[in-house]
């Protein structure tokens, strides 16, 4: 939080104006948390996990209310199970029964969206909103089972699927200076609409995440 009000009261101090139309593109990086919104553990407590992601902006206003936008970024997500297992010795591991576990979920994604951009101007910035449909690059899964008495397996995730859709929207502000430069703030929200992953008994993963990002646009 302390480094979010530095980089506000940072913004102000470098001689602000109003929202501009006009087309802009700059870097942007993402912190937040991921978890499984769809999954087949009937028997197991989901939690969330760090998500970070870095890349790229391009913004084009058409007028200082109505623009577009895309974020290309390569995300780091995941998720977390706690579960027990029921000695049915299905899934990719198949442990004894009753034995305790957590399950660690990493993906690597690599985000395209779509996004229409709506802003209203006040005094030195302007509020944002976005939202819009996303193709999504699955590019690399693992998990890693780990046990209560120490024991862990891992396995990679190969049948992931290439290219899933999700929905992604979210609102900040946006700050143009004298010399040009846009600066970002927001919060955003991305759930999946389709599924990246189906496993062995035909069950689809889904997941979403939350997190803040900020950005840079020239």
Do not use: C, W
């Amino acid at each position: 939080m302390k480094l979010i009000q530095v980089l506000v009261l940072s913004l102000f101090s470098l001689g602000l104006s109003a929202q501009q139309s006009g087309f802009f593109s700059g870097g942007r990086f993402m912190m937040g948390s991921s978890e499984l919104k769809e999954h087949p553990f009937n028997n197991g407590d989901v939690n969330t996990k760090l998500l970070f992601g870095a890349g790229f902006n391009a913004n084009y206003f058409f007028t200082e209310a109505v623009g577009v936008g895309t974020d290309v970024m390569l995300n780091f997500s995941g998720a977390k199970v706690n579960g027990q297992e029921d000695g049915a010795g299905g899934g990719i591991f198949g442990g004894s029964s009753g034995e305790k576990y957590t399950d660690k979920y990493n993906f690597i994604r690599l985000e395209l969206p779509f996004l229409g951009k709506l802003s209203i101007p006040f005094g030195d910035f302007a509020f944002v909103a976005f939202a819009g449909p996303s193709f999504d690059f699955n590019l690399a899964g693992n998990v890693t089972r780990e046990y209560n008495d120490g024991d862990s397996k891992s396995t990679d995730i190969d049948n992931m699927e290439t290219i899933t859709t999700s929905f992604k929207a979210g609102g900040g502000v946006q700050i143009a200076n004298a010399n040009g430069k846009v600066f970002m703030l927001d919060a955003r929200i991305s759930q999946d609409l389709s599924p990246f992953y189906t496993n062995d008994n035909n069950k689809d993963f889904k997941i979403g995440y939350f997190a803040f990002s900020i950005g840079v646009g020239f």
